[in-house]
């Protein structure tokens, strides 16, 4: 049986290329994926100026000790600058992040000093004081922000400040979406007995925006061979990605594997976990597709594991996938060998560490142990059972 990173990494090697780019205004492009590394234009800040409100001078001028007074020659309001030279025995009034007049190298903060008419009275400071250089922040043509980057608002305010105004950025991959399943039924209609509300449609559409996709939903699909193959052809030619759940296990109405083999390229893979054990992989056209498995909790967490680092890769992430941290596991749990098994958790902080508890029952159906958690936690392959206290991983969602 294939292991959880064999798999992840089967997948990502078939991968080879991301979305080309688009190029969006700044202000649109908020948790998207930058194409290109951005260099600055120009070194940050721009010229030496003043970190504070106060009075720039020539350090010559800096009394060693007791006071000197100075002659005011300007009084620079902000976003003006001074033309002159500063002289000896002169002080130029000037603003926080106003450039530094020619001849200043220092600058003291006005509380430190005593205006009286056009003098100012200073005492001993030292040399360089309250000047941010020219390049201390950023020199100019440095990388900026890296292609790759999801773009956060601090990414987006340097590239505002460095006058980006619009920047090339991944297109969103297109995921088409559909749910399959004779008793599977749309939420609002009419519910006989034996038929399900569709929950993974939603689910999976949720964790698909929610990593940077965009949606293409085509509805949900009875377990008839010539609907099926009818509707993943359609699929196949409409997204980057196609994801379908339920119809890949061994009952004798699980089409999705048959029907991929004529119009694809299937692989069928049993994984070495628990939830979520089968899951069909492979293509339709140049569509990647995932046929999850049909109980809510494994088809979410087959998402996670193996299509949202497809996602994220085609997207033109550069990380693929999220942090795991370690915390005390505050109850044993039962863990096979052998496979990897992820348990529904709910970390807190508590007296000064990080402790996990399950959510209570974690059979594959039970979507509210998806609801009580905040993270998974992840019993590696060779682990056993859990006792109380024991250090464990988790992933939080
Ligand atoms: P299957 O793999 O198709 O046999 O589905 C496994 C289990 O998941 C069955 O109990 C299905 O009723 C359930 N299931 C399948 N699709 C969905 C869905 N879209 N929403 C909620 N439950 C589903
Ligand atoms: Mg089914």
Redesign the pocket.
Known sequence: MLSVQDGQNRILTQIDRSTPPEFLPLGRSLGRVVAEDVRAPFDVPPTDNSAVDGYAVTSADIPATGTRDLAVVADLPAGSVFDGALGPGQAVRIMTGAPMPRGADTVYPQEVTTRAGGRVRVGPIAKGANVRMRGEDIHAETIVVERGTVLRPQEIGLLASLGQVQLPIHRRPRVVLL???D??VEPGSARKPGQ??????FALSGSIEQCGGEVVDLG?VPDVRDELRARLLDAGAAGDVVVT?????V?A??LVKDVLDEIGALEFWQVAMQPGRPLAVGRIGSAHFFGL????VA?MLAFMLFVRPAIFKLAGRRRLFPEVYAARATEAMRKKKGRREFKRGVLQFSDGCWEVRTTGPQGS?ILSSMVAGNCLIVLEEERGDVAAGETVLVEPF
């Open positions: 749910s399959t399943g008793e599977v399900i509300y569709d929950a993974n449609r949900i759940s339920g119809g890949v296990s009952g109405y699980d498995p049909g109980n809510p088809s159906g």
